[in-house]
């Protein structure tokens, strides 16, 4: 059976992830959502803040965009519509918000906004997505490792308030406000391997391109990523490298058409997907692969209460690993 076919009789089982911004979940599980999209599954995914500090590239804002408080005023709305047509190209639900103000990089002023999600009273986001939790019972929670793939602050704060979230919507004395408990998801954790980067690095300086993930090519020196001992399983998402790069350019004013990882050469697709097979690993349960084609088929019988997993993330960054340039289509 083909992990693409339908989950089966019933209720679709629910995918929900947590990501911090708009363009996220194009950018570190596109290929995943897709897939579990086209497989049968209900995805949903929650977006913890507006995006207010990310990137805009002013020629796609459209109207007059030289005044900054025009801009600010009307880039809350645009970020909306950018991530409701990516949810849309990817076959997921449309978009859910906790309501929290983009923290911006680590170091920025924006950090000290008591609105922003950095800064947020730690229950009381929980207690939003356990209410987001328990309203859509979820069998499967993806989001960020520990780290939230490279240290911005927002990511951070999506990990921790997600597990905890996850624990508190099984317990009925937690959150009581926030609807009847639901039973605890698995949980998987979006990550980067680090021969994933060194490898990318390397084809990216063979192409003379500068990589975002810097210059390192030895795995062992590498400080960022994870440790491909650590990486439980890699979600291939080949099939779904496209609709991947079309919810990714429906993010505009956030990702250029000339961006990276828009444009990746086809024989870094190659390189980057190698690794990602060589790195499957076996388990109790089998090999990552075929639990995760499983899972995507019968969620139900693969539920682990507590039980965090972590993802490859190449499985995403490959997404940049488009093959032609970008068309720009959207929905
Ligand atoms: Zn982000």
Known sequence: ??????????????????????????????GLLARA???GWDVTVVTCTGGERGEVVADQLGGPNTDPADVAARLPQIRRDELAASLSTLGANPPVWL?????????????????SFWRAPFDEAVGRLVAELRARRPALVVTYDAFGLYGHPDHVQAH?????????????????EAGPACPAPRVDLATTARSGLAATNAALAQHGVASPFGTETDPQRLSMGTPDAEVDFAVDVTEHLETKRAALACHRTQVAADSLFLNVPAELARTVLGPRRRRRRRSAGGSGRRRWRRGLRAPARRVLVGGARRLSMWAVVPTAAATQPVTGRCG
Not at 2 to 19: F, I, K
Not at 105 to 114: C, E, K, Y
Not at 165 to 176: G, R
Request: proline share 12%; aromatic share 2%.
């Open 99 to 115: 309501g929290y103000r983009d923290s911006g990089m680590r170091g920025d002023p924006a950090n000290d906004d008591p609105a």
């Open 160 to 176: 921790r308030v997600t597990l905890c979230a996850v624990e508190a919507a099984a317990q009925p004395l937690l959150h009581p």
């Open 1 to 30: 059976m083909s992990a693409t076919e339908p989950a089966g009789d019933g209720p679709a089982p629910v995918l929900m992830a947590v990501h911090a911004h708009p363009d996220d979940e194009a950018i570190a599980t596109g």
């Open 37 to 39: 999209a086209a497989a």
